[in-house]
């Protein structure tokens, strides 16, 4: 099955600043790579995606890049604001159960 | 239009007691999903139903069995709760047949095994 890898565990920025997290993945054939928010108590909730047959997709602030050949795909926020502050989850679609499977997480902090 | 909707929210148990969470979406999905959620390791597939009638194995699911009610609803049991079981639970749910569409989380029930 697939496995996905996800870093930093947590990561703390300075509002206004730029935060990347990173995530690998280990099947070659996955071709959809989501990233998830989730605040405190919350549902985690679609921020992006992307399919493998783009490199990169923007939404405002928000940016996926994707590197099939590295098998790596990162979120990129801009100008961050402390509502930005959540965990954040990447996941990619297993080919064989056609379920996401989910890195384990990224705590972002914004500093104001 | 409610989406994923998940009862109860809470709940507390007894070692070797049982229980069914339930799971209900209203958006005509195929594919409905179960997840756990502990700390610092995401979200675990326990199982997962492709459509109506069929449901298959995740990557956790010893300790639990679904059902797949109706194209609606999707419920999960525990036959003999146990401590390791605590967690909180996702229900999720995607429309199937369409290239790669996303899936819609319930909020989640929060069980706690004593």
């Known amino acids: 099955g697939e496995n996905v890898e996800q870093h930093p565990s947590t990561l703390s920025v300075q509002e206004g600043d730029s935060a990347v997290i990173k995530c690998t993945y280990s099947?070659?054939?996955?071709?959809?790579f989501p990233w998830y928010k989730q605040e405190l108590g919350k549902r985690p909730q679609l921020i992006i995606d992307?399919?493998?047959?783009?490199g990169e997709k923007k939404d405002q602030r928000i940016a996926v890049t994707l590197n099939k050949t590295a098998k790596h795909f990162s979120l990129h926020i801009t100008e961050t604001q402390p509502e930005d502050s959540a965990v954040y989850f990447c996941?990619?679609?297993?080919?064989?159960?056609?379920?996401?499977?989910f890195g384990s997480g990224t705590r972002l902090q914004v500093q104001p | 239009n409610a989406g994923v909707t998940q009862t109860p929210k809470f709940q507390v148990l007894k070692t070797g007691q049982s229980m069914t969470l339930q799971c209900a979406q209203d958006?005509?999905?195929?594919?409905m999903y179960w997840y756990r959620q502990d700390p610092g390791m995401g979200l675990r597939l326990i199982y997962y139903?492709?459509?109506?009638?069929?449901?298959d194995k995740g990557e956790v699911p010893n300790g639990y069995n679904v059902s797949r009610l109706n194209k609606r609803e999707f419920s999960l049991r525990l036959e003999s709760a146990a401590p390791s079981q605590t967690s909180v639970y996702f229900c999720?749910?995607?429309?199937?047949?369409?290239?790669?569409?996303?899936?819609?989380f319930g909020d989640g029930t929060r069980l706690s095994i004593l």
């Open positions: 999720a749910s995607r429309i199937q047949g369409m290239s790669n569409q996303p899936q819609h």
């Open positions: 099947d070659s054939a996955s071709n959809y």
């Open positions: 992307i399919r493998s047959n783009v």
């Open positions: 996941a990619a679609r297993d080919t064989g159960r056609r379920a996401l499977t």
């Open positions: 958006m005509n999905h195929n594919s």
């Open positions: 139903s492709a459509s109506e009638g069929t449901t």
